[in-house]
């Protein structure tokens, strides 16, 4: 793994110990695609970025320094994934922040995942819990994740759909979920928990998608069902416990639209052009 690490401005060989994003997950972080060396939605993650520190109270490294870092990083036009994560600064034991503490912050450089064309899931034990104080982040603490994610390999599913506490969809456990009710695309409101994905926000506006609560139900029901996120893209959803899907034009020209504006994505819509639609 190639990595950059800094405190404050200044670059280091690793963290001091007892920091508080290892102690505590105080931090946030995005999970970016690089195309050809950059990074098409890059603004759109800063802003979330910047919108989610605001909101903590974390002080963020100049946008400038990590530009430079990140590029340094993609030298020769590669692709791949980047991942950066921002730390609270300051050590020592105890909850209370550090006034005024330089920030942590670390790039990492990693492969892309393999394309598929579709995934399979199931319905989590795992539940999201309602906390507005954090709905929409995407902050380091993720041990709910964790543990769904866990039970996907119990499962032998690719995925999970996870619920709240009061029995919404909210999402699966690394991508968000848009379903194809009566001819219109919707997607489960993160306004209490979960988080607001940069590829969700894109295909909101692509899609004229309606933010809305789901039930476990509703979604079983859907016309189509895919799960996106700013890595994969689009991941159409064949098969939900005992309810199976074809493929569904909506999706392809979903997956068209989305490469329109991320060229990431490309060979992804074009592979599904490919495909020809089975009978359900």
């Given at each position: ?7 404050g401005e200044q670059q280091?060989?690793a963290w001091p110990i ?7 997950g105080d931090g ?5 695609r690089?195309?050809r ?13 910047a919108n989610?520190?605001?909101r903590?109270?974390?002080?963020l490294p100049?946008e400038?320094l990590?530009r430079?870092?990140?590029?340094s990083?993609f ?8 991942k ?6 300051g050590v020592?034991?105890g909850?209370?922040p ?8 670390m ?7 393999g394309a598929?064309e579709s995934?399979?899931?199931h319905w989590?034990r795992?539940?999201?819990?309602i ?7 995407k902050?380091c603490?993720?041990?709910e ?6 039970e ?8 999970g ?17 848009f379903?194809l ?10 306004a209490r928990?979960?988080?607001?994905g940069?590829?969700r926000?894109h295909?909101i506006?692509?899609?004229?998608a309606a ?6 139900a509703?979604?079983?029901?859907a016309?189509a069902?895919?799960l996106c996120?700013?890595v994969r893209?689009i991941l ?6 005992a309810?199976a899907?074809s493929v569904?034009?909506a ?5 068209r639209?989305l ?5 990431g ?5 074009t592979?599904?052009d490919?495909v020809t639609?089975?009978?359900q």
């Open positions: 793994m190639n990595a950059r690490v800094f405190v280091v060989d007892g920091n508080r994003l290892e102690s505590y946030l972080f995005e999970t970016m690089v195309h060396g950059e990074v098409p939605w890059w603004g759109s993650h800063w802003h979330r970025l989610g520190a605001s903590l109270g974390i002080t100049g400038a990590v430079q870092a990140a590029a990083m030298e020769g036009a590669g692709d791949g994934v980047l950066l994560l921002v730390g609270r600064g020592g034991r909850y209370a550090t006034s005024a503490a330089a920030p942590l912050t790039l990492s450089r990693h492969a892309l995942p598929v995934v399979s899931a989590c795992t539940r999201w819990s906390q507005p104080a954090l709905a929409g982040l902050h603490n993720r041990l994740q964790v543990l769904a994610r866990g996907c390999e119990e499962a032998g599913t690719d995925e759909l996870m619920l709240d506490t009061d029995g919404n969809v909210v999402s699966a456990t690394a991508a968000n979920v379903v009710r009566h001819g219109r695309w919707w997607t489960p409101s993160v928990c979960g988080v607001a940069v590829c926000i295909l506006g692509l899609l004229q933010e809305t609560d789901l039930s476990p509703q979604v079983e029901g016309e069902v895919f996120n700013a893209g159409p959803i064949a098969r939900l416990e309810r899907w569904h034009p999706i392809a020209q979903a997956r639209l490469a329109d504006q991320h060229p994505f490309l060979a992804d819509a592979s599904m490919c639609p089975t009978p």
